[in-house]
């Protein structure tokens, strides 16, 4: 599941346990899914790097290079 | 024999030809033949390599005047002069190929294109909000990246940022854009902008390119074309899922701050803390109050059921104090009752009874012979006596 998606569930879970006719075990089990959802998402977030590359087509597919960019051209 | 006279005969084509929508406001694109200017307007014949119509043009002075020889695109209507039974084109406006034909012919194509449902709004893929690798689709030379590069970091230093380099116009650019497209659109990034700073309409054509729009329409990823300038419309903007103004107003779609965005994630899971915080306290106060209800029908139970003792007991009570009471009546009653026939009471009261020597009470006078022994027997106690007379 992407980040978006992840994120838009959590929302949901939030949402539903906010709802008063939502009953006790099930805002139970909404809680421990969505605490582990936004871990999940924490950890994605985590992963985001910021990476700035160049990609060029090869032969053998697509080569990943890093890529500096001046500050004039 | 009927016949139809040539004015009415030609009145009705006139409005045959008037009623014709697909013969008003077109452009006719053709070669220029003979031209005629006089009094301000201009007639002549346009033709392609099968066929020729007689034109006009009123008010030549305001128009592009064409030369013979020359292909040009006309903007009008079909016109039949009654009068002569002549059919000709009234060009109100006349354009020399270069940029008119362009314009007619992208015009079609986007025509065409919409009708085939390319643009549907209901086609387009929603952008992610938060993109973790996003592809840009673009010249790696160019002032364009650096300004997306340069607008997204201001803000966001988490989204990976790839270059896929392409030409951005001339020969080849379309078909470098199709591939690019195809290739990138398979590599799993979140979000593809194809992107190119301003240009000429001809430099800019490659970005209205058929296949192109075909390759944004068929891929799976979100794409953002940021092409030229505000006021350039390119049929890659009108595909793409969202068209952004200028390369930098794409940048700012994806730069997101990651810092609100923990912020936001870390506010969810308190919302989320505190909602089941809450939902056990309102389990405990359930608890509690139920507790306190059983506690109260129970002390209710035991109330009701003591009251309706003490009152059965209070019943027994009088009623048992009746019977005693009655009997104790009828006791003293019977003892009074005993009292008075007591006969030891009437010897107290001063009788007195009289028995034999054995002791055998005496009934009668007619048992007391003259002579006999008697004993006179009184509350204090008895004498011997003999009866005398």
């Not at chain 2, 896929?164 to 593809?192: M, N, P, S, W």
């Amino acid at each position: 599941m992407q980040f978006e998606e992840k994120l838009k569930k959590l929302e949901d879970l939030v949402s539903i346990m906010e709802d008063k006719n939502t009953s006790i075990d099930d805002a139970f089990k909404h809680f421990d899914s969505g605490i582990k959802l936004s871990e999940e998402c924490l950890k994605m977030l985590e992963e985001y790097k910021g990476k700035l590359t160049l990609l060029t087509r090869q032969l053998d597919g697509i080569k990943e290079e890093g890529l500096e960019l001046g500050s004039d051209n | 024999m009927e016949y139809l006279s040539v004015t009415v005969l030609n009145s009705y084509i006139k409005n045959v030809f008037a009623a014709e929508e697909m013969l008003h406001d077109i452009q006719l694109c053709g070669e220029v033949s003979g031209i005629r200017v006089s009094g301000g307007n201009a007639f002549f014949t346009l033709k392609d390599e099968n066929a020729a119509i007689q034109c006009n043009c009123f008010g030549i002075r305001n128009n592009y005047v064409p030369k013979d020889g020359e292909t040009v695109v006309l903007f009008g209507s079909v016109d039949y002069w009654h009068k002569a039974g002549k059919l000709s084109f009234n060009a109100l406006r006349i354009t020399p190929l270069g940029e008119g034909a362009l314009a007619l012919k992208l015009e079609m194509l986007k025509n065409r294109l919409r009708e085939q449902g390319y643009f549907d709004e209901s086609h387009k893929k929603s952008i992610p909000k938060y993109p973790a690798k996003v592809c840009v689709i673009t010249s790696k030379a160019g002032a364009v990246i650096r300004d997306i590069v340069t607008t997204c970091r201001a803000k966001n230093t988490a989204t990976d940022i790839a270059v896929f380099d392409v030409k951005v116009q001339g020969e080849g650019c379309a078909a470098q854009l199709c591939a690019a497209v195809d290739t990138v659109d398979k590599l799993g990034y979140d979000l593809i902008i194809i992107a190119r700073g301003g240009g000429s309409q001809q430099e800019l054509m490659p970005f209205n390119d058929e296949s192109l729009v075909k390759a944004i329409y068929g891929a799976s990823t979100p794409i953002v074309s940021a092409v030229g300038h505000e006021t350039d419309y390119t049929l890659c903007d009108m595909v793409a899922d969202v068209r952004a103004a200028t390369p930098t107003a794409a940048a700012h779609l994806i730069a997101f701050d990651l810092k609100e965005l923990y912020v936001y994630l870390e506010e969810l899971r308190g919302i989320m803390t505190q909602s089941i915080k809450s939902r056990i306290a309102d389990g405990y106060s359930e608890i509690s109050l139920a507790l306190s209800r059983m506690n109260m029908i129970a002390e209710n139970r035991i109330t009701a059921a003591q009251s309706m003792l003490e009152h059965r007991l209070s019943d027994a009570r009088v009623s048992i104090n009746n019977a005693v009471n009655d009997r104790a009546l009828r006791l003293h009653k019977a003892i009074a009752s005993l009292n008075a026939l007591n006969p030891s009471a009437m010897l107290e009261r001063g009788y007195f009874y009289i028995t034999d020597k054995e002791g055998v009470r005496l009934k009668s006078v007619k048992q007391m012979d003259k002579g006999k022994e008697i004993v006179i027997n009184g509350s204090d106690g008895k004498v011997d006596a003999t009866i005398t007379g």
